[in-house]
């Protein structure tokens, strides 16, 4: 008979579940609508700082937001990250460092803003036949810093693509009479219903931008075969803002004597 | 002209604007009574913006726009007497 006694090794094993960090978020543009397609990547600060030109997925994870503008990074260790978006046409956008903690979820916002135009403008001179005899490049940051020639907004839309005046005078929309087009201020409809035509006057200094959308088949707008023009005002701000213009008027000459104003617009 | 600045720092803000009109055209032309086309208005707009949260502005204006045209659209063909004079404004 043989006897046996003694211990018998019982493996034991344990699982630890590690417990990680997540974070995630959207990316929008600066009207607040979702952006997808975005290259977001997360940095860590605790290891090499990103410096501000280091290029998109160069951190320690990368992604790419979804259609609907959400991107996520999961199973992260818990410290602090910085997160980079980028996208062709807007600024760079970098996220302030957010703390990761271990098992905790955190939900960000990256806002990105338009990126500036660097277009360049080509005026060429030349005889028609020849050479060029003088050629001038201008900036477009340096272009819309040219004062306005009128004193009303609606003279000033045949300086935008699409937008023409006829023999008579009358603003054309892409091919359409203003009365075949909207006029959007602030969002709000401003076409008069009896005339078709632009029913508001508007100070030309309280108009922050001026759009014509030469697409009005849109779900947007609709109600319209032309084109829409759309109008924002500028709001106030924190600082204080004084604006006079056009102050001095023009005199008015007839036969060379003085027979009072032609021109006055102060704004 | 344009004022512009906080209501409440932060919190709220207003612009208000003002602009006056006269533009006098003359008709190059041998017309009998009047020869010129004179347009006047004036435009006011007020415009206060609230920041209710981080997302949301609640955004108020007010335009007013009265505006006077004399013999509006005269030309050679239409001498003053054939031309209406309006007075509108919203």
Redesign the interface.
């Known amino acids: 008979m043989v006897g046996h006694s003694g211990w018998a090794a019982v493996p034991l094993v344990i699982h630890v579940q590690a417990q990680t960090a997540r974070i995630s978020g959207a990316v929008v543009d600066p009207t607040?609508h979702l952006l997808p397609g975005v290259e977001v990547t997360l940095t860590s600060v605790e290891g090499d700082p990103p410096t501000d030109n280091a290029p998109a997925g160069s951190g320690v994870a990368s992604t790419i937001t979804s259609e609907t503008g959400q991107f996520e990074f999961d199973a992260l260790s818990a410290g602090s990250y910085i997160i980079i978006a980028e996208l062709s046409g807007y600024a760079r956008g970098v996220h302030p460092p957010v703390q990761a903690l271990e098992g905790r979820s955190i939900d960000v916002r990256l806002p990105l803003a338009q990126a500036p135009l660097s277009e360049v403008v080509t005026v060429v001179a030349s005889t028609g036949a020849g050479e060029p005899i003088e050629t001038d490049e201008f900036q477009v940051e340096f272009l819309r810093l040219f004062q306005l020639p009128t004193?009303?907004f609606q003279e000033a839309l045949p300086l935008l693509p699409g937008v023409i005046r006829d023999p008579r005078g009358r603003l054309s929309f892409n091919g359409t009479r203003p009365s075949q087009s909207t006029l959007l201020?602030?969002g709000a409809n401003a076409t008069d219903h009896v005339t078709g035509q632009f029913?508001?006057?508007?100070?030309?200094?309280?108009i922050d931008t001026v759009e014509v959308h030469a697409i009005p088949y849109s779900a947007e707008f609709g109600r319209v075969s032309g084109a829409v023009t759309d109008v924002h005002?500028?709001?106030?701000?924190?600082?204080?803002?004084?604006?006079?213009g056009?102050v001095i008027?023009d005199p008015?000459f007839?036969g060379g004597t003085l027979m009072?104003?032609?021109?006055?617009?102060?704004? | 002209?344009?004022?512009?600045?906080?209501l409440r720092?932060?919190k709220a803000?207003?612009?208000q604007?003002?602009?006056?009109?006269?533009?006098?055209s003359?008709v190059k032309a041998d017309l009998p009574g009047e020869d010129e086309e004179v347009v006047e208005?004036f435009?006011?707009?007020t415009?206060v913006?609230v920041e209710l949260n981080d997302?949301h502005t609640l955004?108020g204006?007010l335009?007013v726009?009265p505006?006077k045209v004399d013999s509006m659209g005269i030309d050679s063909l239409h001498p003053a007497l054939a031309t209406p004079d309006t007075d509108s404004g919203?």
């Not at chain 1, 005002?233 to 006079?244: E, P, Q, S």
């Not at chain 2, 002209?1 to 906080?6: D, Q």
């Open positions: 607040e004193d009303r201020v602030n029913a508001v006057e508007l100070p030309l200094s309280v005002t500028a709001a106030g701000d924190n600082h204080w803002d004084l604006d006079v056009g008027p008015h007839r009072g104003i032609n021109k006055a617009t102060p704004r | 002209m344009k004022v512009s600045g906080p720092l932060g803000w207003f612009s604007a003002f602009s006056y009109r006269f533009v006098r003359q208005g435009d006011a707009f415009q913006d997302h955004t204006t335009s726009f505006t919203g």
